[in-house]
């Protein structure tokens, strides 16, 4: 009897084992962006676990991380504190990457998600998008400006975002590779030019207008591009 028990023991053991072998952990990349133009430099939290070694400043971004998929809590807090500025739960599908903005001034500082396709562009394009990301500037149009000055719109009637209108923002659009002018016009008027803006073939980027209109310094209205691949 003492026996069966036993090989019985042995056998439970063996199941469990076995059921423990198939708990295959799966995972997604996140890339945090720092776009708030009055924040401090800030920690990256994922479900209490620090991801970065050195603090996460303005306008800068991580580049990809591996997280597990799932529900996950981000937490984002003043660089060396506890004081947590932002946080929200999200749901991060396997194999799939995103991108996440710290956003707004610090006294509304919130987070943006949005999933980020980076299929590789046909021959010859790069792929492209736009957030507008500073605060108190109003409804902009994105466009580039060929040699001869003529423009063309690219992003038109955007306002700043929401996690309503980034999710709707969030899909590429396919450009020809090459060296581009872009400027930020409000009511046909010209409010930013950015020069030489190199889209390489192959290559994936977001643009976000980042600072804020009144600001000066580091906090002026300005341009950030992140290349994604």
């Known amino acids: 009897m003492k026996n069966i028990l036993l090989l019985g023991t042995i056998l439970m053991g063996l199941l469990t084992a076995c059921d423990d072998d198939n708990d295959v952990l799966t995972y997604s990349r996140i890339n945090v962006v720092h776009a708030s133009p009055d924040a401090p430099g800030v920690d990256l939290f994922v479900d209490n676990s620090k991801q970065n070694n050195t603090e996460l400043t303005y306008p800068n971004s991580t580049g990809y991380l591996s997280v597990l998929s799932g529900n996950r809590g981000i937490r984002v807090n003043a660089a060396g504190t506890t004081n947590t500025v932002a946080f929200a739960t999200l749901n991060?599908?396997?194999d799939r990457n995103y991108s996440l903005f710290a956003y707004n001034v610090?006294?509304?500082?919130?987070?943006?998600a949005v999933e980020d396709d980076l299929t590789a562009p046909a021959g010859g394009r790069a792929h492209v998008r736009f957030?507008?990301?500073?605060?108190d500037a109003p409804t902009v149009t994105v466009g580039t400006v060929a040699n001869g000055g003529t423009f063309s719109p690219v992003f038109s009637d955007r306002s700043f975002e929401t996690q309503a209108s980034a999710t709707a923002n969030r899909d590429f659009t396919p450009v020809p590779s090459g060296t581009y002018t872009?400027?930020?016009?409000?009511?046909?008027?010209?409010?930013?030019?950015?020069?030489?803006?190199?889209?390489?073939?192959?290559?994936?980027?977001?643009?976000?207008?980042k600072g804020l209109v009144a600001g000066a310094g580091n906090q002026a209205l300005g341009a950030e591009v992140i290349t994604h691949n």
Request: cysteine-free; aromatic content about 12%.
């Open 92 to 94: 991060f599908i396997q």
């Open 106 to 112: 610090l006294a509304q500082i919130g987070l943006l």
């Open 182 to 209: 872009f400027e930020v016009r409000v009511a046909g008027n010209t409010v930013l030019t950015v020069p030489n803006v190199v889209l390489q073939a192959g290559k994936i980027y977001t643009i976000f207008a």
């Open 131 to 135: 957030f507008h990301l500073s605060p």
